[in-house]
């Protein structure tokens, strides 16, 4: 079984300041871990995702993730927040189905991120 | 290119009642997954369909609720005599179908119904 674990269900920053939302996940194989960001009463925009290959992956509006295996970690992070940046971010986990790709995601239980000015 | 539709955003129902919630997947795709955002929870898997075929529903409760993805038309959640605790947001991804080589691996999501009991 798969689980992902956010470490923080609320993150405040300031403007200009460095973002970090953490993310640890467990799977028994391979993963693909992907974050997915909500604005109020708006569905799911993904964000980045990692599958194979490099391990820092670089996603829309400035912010990146690293995958660390040996730490089961795939932390989001942005070197200068904005307002706009201010939204419920959800990490997860899915894991190949029967050697395709349709594979559910397993989420963690969110970070809401507020940015003062 | 349009992207998932839901529809409707909005539904109140009494309890009892029964809730039909719409999803058109992105064009092109005939994978479908229904997750369900309780307050203050994360998203849940819920059921995982491809045209005319449930291919996971393991998060399914077990009674009233029911899910398909016909050859025509959108995909249906059916929630059966609703009750207070059915009060949620539901969204709908889809991705397109696989192939050799190919990256499906992305789910797109609708911007979901909320659905409330009174």
């Known amino acids: 079984a798969q689980s992902v674990t956010q470490l923080g269900s609320h993150v405040s920053v300031s403007e200009g300041a460095l973002v970090l939302l953490r993310c640890n996940y467990s799977s028994s194989v391979p993963p693909y871990l992907f974050w997915y960001v909500q604005y109020p009463n708006q569905g799911l925009q993904l964000l980045l995702k990692y599958t194979t290959g490099a391990t820092l992956v670089k996603g829309i509006n400035g912010f990146e993730a690293e995958f660390k295996k040996s730490e089961t970690s795939f932390h989001l992070t942005k070197p200068s927040a904005h307002m706009s940046d201010a939204a419920e971010y959800f990490c997860?986990?899915?894991?190949?189905?029967?050697?395709?790709?349709?594979?559910?995601?397993?989420f963690g239980q969110g970070t809401i991120l507020t940015v003062h000015p | 290119n349009a992207g998932v539709m839901q529809n409707p955003r909005h539904l109140v129902r009494r309890r009892g009642q029964e809730a039909r919630l719409r999803c058109s997947p992105m064009k092109g795709h005939s994978h479908v997954y229904w997750y369900r955002q309780l307050p203050e929870e994360g998203l849940k898997f819920m059921v995982y369909?491809?045209?005319?075929?449930?291919?996971?529903e393991s998060g399914m409760p077990k009674e009233r609720f029911s899910a398909e993805f016909p050859k025509e038309g959108p995909s249906i959640l059916r929630i059966q005599q609703v009750v207070r605790g059915d009060s949620a947001a539901y969204f709908c991804a889809s991705s397109p179908p696989g192939l050799a080589g190919a990256r499906t691996d992305t789910q797109y999501f609708g911007p979901g119904t909320r659905l409330t009991v009174l």
């Open positions: 997860a986990v899915r894991t190949n189905a029967g050697g395709t790709s349709y594979g559910k995601l397993t």
């Open positions: 369909l491809q045209k005319e075929n449930i291919i996971d």
